[in-house]
């Protein structure tokens, strides 16, 4: 093959795969000999032949651009070729399963229950982008001033107007912005213990908490929890005795995937039992403004009374998934996770930030909250009323006191690994239970997302898990 040929099919491979797509320019004949090498010549050549097969058009003085009129390549070229998600065996790992599951969510035109994500389309996207249009015109937000930790001071006072309001006054100096509350609970964890430490976990627990674990090099203990009243403090004392701990990591308000909000009796017991431990506790609270009830729930951070609770939250559950905007309210240990997120990081963006300052000033952030509450609440008792008639005899489910998951306990001898696969095949997605421990213990356990509005084709795609399931006994 020459030159020329192989340049030309390089570039119609980028073409097909989504990379360049219809209108967009190709680089220039000067810059594609720099970059690859070859003579000028080459590439006109390579560009001519690309036009000879219809996928280019050249125009005077302007260059070359994509030009499909190959039926059917323009629209395929409209999204990138990314990997399907990979058949998956109960034998590997946390991380690749989310992955996976994640991809068949945003490659394929699957119904979404097994997404972590609350639907996107209840939230004001189009009112935070015109704030972020808006901010992007303002100099004064050019540059790293109001990237750097901690943030930009508006949204800092915002978040902190949230907690008063909610009758939690907190430091506004506290408060750290990260992208998202996956980066407060990594920095955070990291602040408070090292590579091989054992971090004490709710069981089942949000997966977020074990990546989060294995990315830094500890250990994950799980601590029996139950489905309503939370994390066992008397069985985090006896583990304790055996082995020291270097942290607790919980969510105890809508804990994903169970949903239960632990009473405050036992959140106070579980602080007394880090004071005389001495044990950090990472709060996860990203659903603390999805409850059902009348009232927010209590937090831990709002209970702690020595600075040993980091407590981490983000708009990504409630306001916006695309601006990965959180926060970390670390307590004592508030200086060194200021210095982990420079280093890791060192900046969050700025417009996002100055967007949902915005927003919360001038929109009915509260009023929003409350749609959202309300329709989630509905739908909770829609999925469980399907789940209830259509899974098989045997099946128990959470209840769950805010948030969007319910966690569906099967009959045991139904493999939820084989479910997710036989659901994924009619265009389903399903988050099977071995993703929320480090154990096998959850192998016949389920989560589905109740977040996106009920329609005839989420009910049937609940009616055909409930079904697959059946299908799985014996």
Known sequence: MKLYEQLANDIETQIRRGVYRQGDRLQSVRQTSQQRGVSITTVIRAYLLLESRGLVLSRPQSGFFVNLREPGLAQAADRLDLPQPLPISASVDVSRLVLSTLRSIATQDAVPLGSPYPDARAFPFDKLN????????????????????????????????????RGQ??????????????????????????????????????????????RLGMKAVEVPTDPVLGMDVDALARIAERQPLAACMVMPNFQNPLGFQMPDERKRALLALAEQLDLPIVENGVYNELYYGDCPPTSLKSLDRSGRVLHCASFSKTLTSTYRIGWALPGRYRDQVEKLKFLNTLTTPTLPQVAIARFLERDGYEAHLRRLRKAYAQQARLMKAVVSRFFPAGTRLSEPCGGYVLWVELPGEVDAMQLYQQALARGITIGPGTMFSVTDRYRHFIRLNYSTPWTTEIEQAVITVGRLAGTRQG
């Open 169 to 214: 006054p907190v430091d506004p100096g506290e408060i750290i912005i990260t992208v998202g509350a996956t980066e407060a609970i990594n920095l955070c964890l990291q602040a408070v213990a090292r590579p091989g430490d054992v971090v004490a976990v709710e069981s089942p627990t949000f997966y977020a908490m074990l990546h989060a674990i294995e």
């Open 130 to 165: 015109r704030y972020a249009y808006a901010a992007g015109q303002d100099p004064s937000l050019s540059g790293l001033a109001h990237a750097l930790p901690p943030g930009h001071p508006q949204l800092i006072r915002q978040i902190a107007r949230r907690y008063l309001d």
